[in-house]
Structures are given as C-alpha cells and as structure tokens.
C-alpha cells in the first residue's frame, strides 16, 4: 500500500483551478456515470457546480501521475461544511431536503459532507482509504461532534430498495433525539417491508458501499427518504456521533500514522 500511497496528495482545494478540477470530478462521476441532471449541470465546461461551493471546503485527493495541466488530477472529492460557517452564510445544504432542527438544537459542532466520490480508475484502491484518514484529521482538527448529510442510492425506483431502506428503518434509525426528517413534501416512508419479512442479506445487497461503511462506524440515518430527481437519486441522511462511536471503530477511523502526506 505504501508504494501506491506515494503517487497521491491529500490536500484542501486552494485555488480555483482546483475547485474547477473538483468539479469536472464531479462531472464525470454524477452526470456522465450516473446520469445527473438539472442547473448544476454545466455540459458545456464538464463541471457540476453550485452555489455552495464557494463556502465549503474541499477535500481532493490528487493523482500526482495525471495532467495538472488540464486539470484531470484531481481523483477523489469529499465537501465538507461546517457548522459555524454555515450557520453564518447560506446554511446546509442538506437543508433543502431535511428539516435539521434536531442537529441544529443539540448546540454541538457539526460537519455536513457531501458530493463525495472518486473516479472509476481508483475505486476499490488505496484510495478510499487515504480520503477517510484525511477526513479523520480534519474532524479532530476541527472538533467535531456529529458528521451528516445525504447518502444516494443510484435510481429513483423505491421498489427496488425496498429491502434496504427497510432495514435500515429497523435497525439504523437515529436516536429521537438527532433524528431529522425529509420535509413533509417530499416524505417518502423507509418503512416499506413488514418486520418478519425484511432479508438482510438482500438489504445489504441493495446498499451503496459507501452507506455500509458509515453504519459499520456506528451511523444511523435520519426519517424518510428524498427522492432526488434531478440526480437520479433516492436519498437518506447519514449522520455520525463521533462521541458515541465504538473505540474499535474509533481507532479504525482516526488512524493516520501509515499516511504520509
């Protein structure tokens, strides 16, 4: 791992030429792969964008083996937001789906992720695991107590995964307390599949990687999901109490000593 570790940056976007990178990242990946839509989508300059991206920060993962130059090295993007920048702007995105009022009334620190991916050549590498050890850094840099924000599945069709939201209503569900919900408008129920016949093993088939991965740190999701049209999406808050985490998992998630940057 260390060999491969050598060819890649871990850094936060500084310029706009990286902001532009990061967004032509998230071109490829929503639009071209998965089929985005709507005024984010800039077909034209190959970028998704909006008008968030101006307060957030973002976490790029850099291929020092691409072309700077025209502006293909950036292979990994997390955005992160946190909460004092966004109570002191234009708020959270996530806001746009999710009443919040449950995180916003716990006064704790919060960190809103999003639009995070990877580009297809470095799925399933080194990668990854590089973007959570520096995201590690910067939730203890930072202190914070609670992570969240929108976790996709791929497609609009609720029947699909219905085995999945199901069980995740069952058995992810946030404490009352941390529990936000997709606003009334939009509210599609995750309670699709009576109790006796949800089939774990289909659930979990069902479930994006990246969704699995946070409840394996001990997530829990927010009531409802959203169906998001323009992304061809269905989405659920994920949100995370680093405070209440496992240390197993804790200590899984902070390690950094076998990342050089």
Avoid at 199 to 219: F, H, S, V
Wanted: aromatic share 8%.
């Amino acid at each position: 791992m260390k060999s491969e570790e050598r060819h890649f940056i871990l850094k936060l976007a500084e310029s706009a030429d990286e902001l532009i990178a990061a967004q032509r990242l998230r071109y490829r990946v929503f639009v071209t792969e998965l089929g985005a839509t709507g005024p984010t989508v800039d077909h034209a300059n190959q970028r998704e964008f909006d008008d968030f991206d101006c307060v957030y920060d973002h976490l790029l993962l850099i291929d020092r083996r691409r072309d700077a130059a025209s502006l293909d090295h950036v292979v990994g993007v997390y955005r992160l937001l946190r909460g004092e920048v966004a109570l002191a702007g234009p708020g959270f995105y996530s806001a746009a789906e999710y009443d919040l009022g449950p995180l916003l009334r716990t006064n704790r620190r919060l960190l809103e992720l999003g639009r995070s991916c990877i580009d297809s050549d470095h799925r399933g590498g080194v990668g990854i695991y590089l973007m959570w050890n520096a995201l590690a850094e910067y939730v203890l840099a930072h202190r914070i107590d609670i992570m969240f924000g929108v976790a996709s599945y791929h497609g609009t069709n609720v029947a699909a995964i219905a085995q999945s939201l199901s069980y995740l209503y069952r058995n992810h569900l946030a404490p009352e307390n941390l529990r936000v919900r997709v606003a009334d408008a939009h509210f599609q129920t995750l309670d699709l599949v009576p109790p006796e016949r949800i089939d774990r093993i289909a659930a979990m088939a069902e479930t994006p990687a990246l969704i699995k991965a946070y409840l394996r740190l001990g997530g829990f999701i927010g009531d409802g999901a959203f169906i998001d049209a323009n992304f061809n999406t269905v989405d659920v808050c994920l949100m995370m109490d680093t405070q209440a985490m496992s240390e197993r998992h804790k200590q899984a998630y902070t390690r950094r000593s076998e990342v050089r940057r």
